[in-house]
């Protein structure tokens, strides 16, 4: 699919013009799958705070060497965002400094602030849902302590 962006300046004339061809990097039985797994995690953190935003979400957290800087990337249904903490002069910020304790308090704060129109991701329609065990992979109850849910 290709679309068209462009910039105007004060009296109407475009001044830059952008086509943007889109193309499918993953198929969408692959994406759904990940996307499921990066839900995991965050579906966690649902327990501890009890203020949780009104859609579903899915992450991914990171950390560099030495902790000189880490990461948080959130997104919901509608909107994908990412903060990134670290010192100016690229020192380390300390021992057990950990993205849950410091970016995603950030995220989700902001994620409580806007709300999401679309509440639930879609997924492939081709794949279902199983529970397994997360430890043994092998599948397991919902009643299971290690149950988790994937798409296969």
């Known amino acids: 699919m290709t679309t068209h962006k462009w910039i105007k300046d004060k009296w109407g ?6 086509t943007i ?7 969408s039985r ?3 799958q990940v996307a499921k797994v990066l839900g995991l995690g965050i579906n966690r953190a649902k ?3 009890k203020d949780w935003m009104d859609s579903e979400a899915i992450s991914k ?3 560099t060497n030495e902790s000189r800087t880490c990461w948080y990337i959130g997104s919901t249904p509608t909107l994908t965002t990412a903060v990134y903490i670290g010192c100016d002069d690229n ?14 308090p950030i995220w989700l704060a902001l994620h409580r602030a806007v709300s999401s129109p679309i509440k639930k991701f879609l997924y492939d ?20 302590p290690d149950a988790i849910e994937i798409l296969v």
Not at 21 to 27: F, G, L, N, P, Q
Not at 125 to 144: C, F, T, W, Y
């Open 47 to 49: 327990t501890i705070h």
């Open 13 to 18: 004339s475009k001044i830059y013009k952008q």
């Open 61 to 63: 957290t990171g950390t």
């Open 91 to 104: 020192q380390s910020m300390g021992k057990n400094v950990y993205p849950i304790r410091t970016a995603f």
């Open 30 to 32: 692959v994406s759904s």
């Open 125 to 144: 329609p081709s794949l279902h849902e199983i529970v397994i065990n997360e430890k043994s992979g092998q599948m397991a109850d919902r009643s299971d």
């Open 21 to 27: 061809e889109e193309e499918r990097a993953v198929a």
